[in-house]
């Protein structure tokens, strides 16, 4: 079965708002990595965090991991209409063969 | 465009025919990875491959799918005999390494549709 859960399934908000997802997971992991996804496309990847850190930045992206919670957040700040895409964690489950991705979290963005 | 490359972008197959997915990785990458979407839902593990081996198909079904990615041109995911339930979108990546930290470059997929 899937590795990451995210939450919400699905978020709406207004532009401008900081917009943040979480993602639950099961096993032990080297990293955890989110990716986005437009509609009809692939996804891209966003940023990877690694076991021994706990919070990243990339522009308006900030990521925490707690492992011991075996959890992760994704906050965007100031979002704009252009953020909506869906939203996906993924990890290695410490095996490094394969990434396990969650359901993802739908985010629209309202102009 | 040096990214994953994926076709055909949309396929129909009818029920029984073949369905024959390509994808050319990014240029420097030999490791390949194939997942399958469904709407609404997530990416499912499917295969792993490096030139001329397949390394993890604990995702892939035992019967009717076969990848591969040979020593020259891209990698193949074969659906023998398609059946509506395959009916999805196949999505590719690559990445560099064959480590943890090494993110996945995906391509644009190719949406099957069975009729």
């Known amino acids: 079965s899937q590795q990451g859960e995210e939450d919400p399934q699905a978020l709406s908000i207004q532009e401008g708002e900081n917009a943040t997802m979480n993602c639950s997971y099961k096993?032990?992991?080297?990293?955890l990595q989110w990716y986005r996804q437009n509609s009809g496309r692939g996804l891209v990847h966003l940023i990877l965090i690694r076991s021994n850190e706990r919070e990243k930045h990339s522009g308006r992206l900030r990521v925490t991991l707690d492992t011991s919670k075996k959890s992760s957040s994704l906050l965007i700040t100031a979002s704009r209409a252009a953020d909506t895409a869906s939203y996906f964690c993924a990890t290695d489950g410490h095996t490094g063969n394969q990434f396990y991705f969650g359901t993802g979290t739908s985010l629209t963005v309202i102009p | 465009n040096a990214g994953v490359m994926q076709n055909p972008r949309h396929l129909v197959r009818r029920r029984g025919q073949e369905a024959r997915l390509r994808c050319s990785p990014m240029?420097?990458?030999?490791?390949v990875y194939w997942y399958r979407q469904l709407p609404e839902e997530g990416l499912k593990f499917m295969v792993y491959l490096q030139k001329e081996n397949i390394i993890d198909e604990s995702g892939m079904p035992k019967e009717r799918f076969s990848a591969e990615f040979p020593k020259e041109g891209p990698s193949i995911l074969r659906i023998q005999q398609v059946v509506r339930g395959d009916s999805a979108a196949y999505f590719c990546a690559s990445s560099a390494q064959p480590d943890a930290n090494s993110p996945l470059h995906f391509g644009n997929g190719t949406r099957l549709t069975v009729t």
């Open positions: 240029k420097g990458h030999s490791h």
């Open positions: 096993t032990s992991i080297n990293n």
